[in-house]
Nanobody
Framework: QVQLVESGGGLVQPGGSLRLACATS????????MRWYRQAPGKERELAAR???????YYADSVKGRFAISRDNAKNTVYLQMNSLKPEDTGVYYC?????????WGQGTQVTVSS
């Protein structure tokens, strides 16, 4: 059974940091590219960051220089380190695992940036 379980969300003040984790099971983690998406209230889900099977990363312009995605294939886990958080980073953050034929989603974790 495929599972993706996000953790690490919460309430943080502007300028603060959070580290999200997505623990996975039920598939060959090292063979999947991993993505973090986010969805702000009233907006569409958007891609925040991606890491390929070889470790190549991509970031949306809105998070570049502040967020860092990483993966630990031994732990079947992907991380998103978020620094210098802004109120506009508020939303539900979703973990996604994909190949050309498979696409798996987690349930999401809430991140709220507010003073």
């Amino acid at each position: 059974q495929v599972q993706l379980v996000e953790s690490g969300g919460g309430l943080v003040q502007p300028g603060g940091s959070l580290r999200l984790a997505c623990a996975t099971s039920g598939f060959t983690f090292s063979s999947y590219a991993m993505r973090w998406y986010r969805q702000a209230p009233g907006k569409e889900r958007e891609l925040a960051a991606r890491i390929g099977t070889g470790g190549i990363t991509y970031y949306a312009d809105s998070v570049k220089g502040r967020f860092a995605i990483s993966r630990d294939n031994a732990k079947n886990t992907v991380y998103l380190q978020m620094n210098s958080l802004k109120p506009e980073d508020t939303g539900v953050y979703y973990c996604n695992a994909y190949t050309v034929v498979h696409n798996h989603w987690g349930q999401g974790t809430q991140v709220t940036v507010s003073s």
